[in-house]
Every structure is written in structure tokens, then in C-alpha cells.
């Protein structure tokens, strides 16, 4: 996974620039949450480690689609929202391995939490598909 994610993050923003950042995120999403339920639900080292490809090829991929995304925007009150994305990401960082160690120690499978964290990677996409369809028409 850590080898992936170099390649990963300037091969969407190379994507990126060809295009739109909105549909390459929803489509950098849609792989990653792909790549999660994969790993949450095969047996095969094969298939385990091709989601584990996918995953760190996708994951700070999506840090580097999101960054120039929030440079564009155009936030109220004068939010910062380069911070505002940093700030998410730490927190995420923080409370996901204290969660994950939650669930462990009570020796509840971490099937459930990981399958409930791909949905929230394909909510995310549905949220940046529906941007894009609205700016553009």
C-alpha cells in the first residue's frame, strides 16, 4: 500500500488537470471504496493485496484532488478552507485508530465498521458527481 501512494498522487492530479477535479474525485472515491469493501471481505492474499493497492493509491490521491479543490472555492465569512480540509483530515487520523481500537478491544469483528467506512467513501462520490452535474449545467 505505502509504494502505491506516490505514484497514486500525481496520477490523479495528472488526471485531474486533463479534466475536471469533481468527477475525478468521485471516480478516486468510488475505487477507494472499492478497494475497502474488497479488503474487508476477501479471503485471497491476491485480491487483499490488490485492494490494499488501490486503497494507498487512492487515498492521498484523494488529499491531492481535495487540496486544489478547496484553493477555488469560495467559503463564507472568510473561512479557511485549506485548514478546514487539514483540520477533517487530522481529526479522521485521530479518531478512526481510536475507534478501530475500540471495536478490538471488545472483540467485535472490524468487518461492520470497515464496510460502514467504504459506504461513507460512496456517499462522498454520490456529494462530488452531484457538484459536478450542478456546475456544469
Do not use: D
Request: aromatic share 6%; glycine share 12%.
Amino acid at each position: 500500500m505505502g509504494l502505491a501512494v506516490i505514484p497514486g498522487c500525481y496520477g490523479w492530479l495528472w488526471v485531474a488537470r486533463k479534466g475536471n477535479i469533481l468527477p475525478c474525485l468521485s471516480l478516486n472515491l468510488i475505487v477507494q471504496a472499492c478497494c475497502v469493501v474488497l479488503a474487508a471481505l476477501t479471503h485471497s492474499s491476491i485480491l487483499l493485496t490488490l485492494g490494499c493497492i488501490g486503497f494507498g493509491a487512492t487515498f492521498m490521491g484523494t488529499s491531492s484532488l481535495v487540496m486544489p479543490l478547496a484553493k477555488k472555492l469560495k467559503a463564507p465569512q472568510k473561512v479557511n478552507l485549506l485548514g478546514l480540509v487539514t483540520l477533517t483530515y487530522g481529526v479522521g487520523q485521530i479518531a478512526g485508530p481510536l475507534m478501530v481500537s475500540a471495536f478490538e478491544n471488545r472483540g467485535q469483528s472490524l468487518t461492520g465498521p470497515t464496510l460502514l467506512g467504504a459506504g461513507a467513501l460512496f456517499i462522498a462520490a454520490g456529494i462530488s458527481h452531484l457538484q459536478y452535474r450542478k456546475t456544469k449545467s
